[in-house]
């Protein structure tokens, strides 16, 4: 087993914790974050597709912000509550454009870089921008994003035989799934 692997299987293990301290709203979730990007942004490096890489460098950044945020609401609403908010359509006009304009952005510069599979990387990388900044503000509609975001990602990660990697982006699928019922079953509008 070779360090790429052993990274990947790293990745797997914080990311399968991620997503269940995500779908039960713990502020743990986003210090996993933290770890879970540093090891996703390596094994994404290592395969060129630097979307995936640039993403978990934000999953990373974000990850604090999120934290701030969440911890925020949770005293609004009380600790143990899911807390949800509203989606603004300005807020999802903007989102729209900017995965449009971003989309096709980063199509031109990952090719430029030598992405082999610059379209796959560049929407899902748009996409799980959007979806992560949804979730720093607990929109339950986040959950959709993922949905599609993450079958992208599960895609790319087939592409470049990244099978641990694709692995966890399945499960992020059915977590999504189950995220979207859980938070709309257990939530409580800020």
Not at 21 to 30: F, G, R, S, V
Not at 47 to 71: A, E, H, T
Not at 81 to 88: F, G, M, S, T
Request: aromatic content about 14%.
């Amino acid at each position: 087993m070779d360090i790429i692997q052993i990274i990947e299987i790293f990745a797997f293990v914080t990311g399968i914790a991620y997503i269940v301290l995500e779908i039960l709203q713990k502020n743990a979730m986003w210090v996993l974050g933290i770890l879970t990007g540093a090891a996703c942004a390596y094994s994404f490096a290592v395969q060129r597709s630097w979307g995936m890489m640039g993403l978990n460098l934000y999953y990373i950044v974000i990850s604090v912000i999120g934290l701030i945020q969440w911890r925020k609401d949770g005293a609004a609403v009380g600790e143990d509550a899911i807390h949800l908010r509203a989606l603004p359509k300005k807020t999802a006009v903007w989102s729209a454009v900017g995965f449009v304009f971003g989309s096709l952005a980063l199509m031109w510069l990952f090719r430029a870089l030598g992405d082999g599979v610059s379209e796959l990387d560049a929407t899902a990388t748009a996409l799980s921008v959007i979806a992560t900044w949804w979730l720093t503000r607990s929109y339950i509609q986040q959950w959709m994003l993922w949905v599609v975001a993450n079958t992208l990602t599960t895609a790319l990660c087939l592409v470049n035989g990244q099978y641990w990697m694709a692995v966890l982006y399945l499960a992020y699928i059915a977590s999504a799934v189950y995220g979207y019922y859980h938070w709309k079953k257990k939530g409580v509008e800020i």
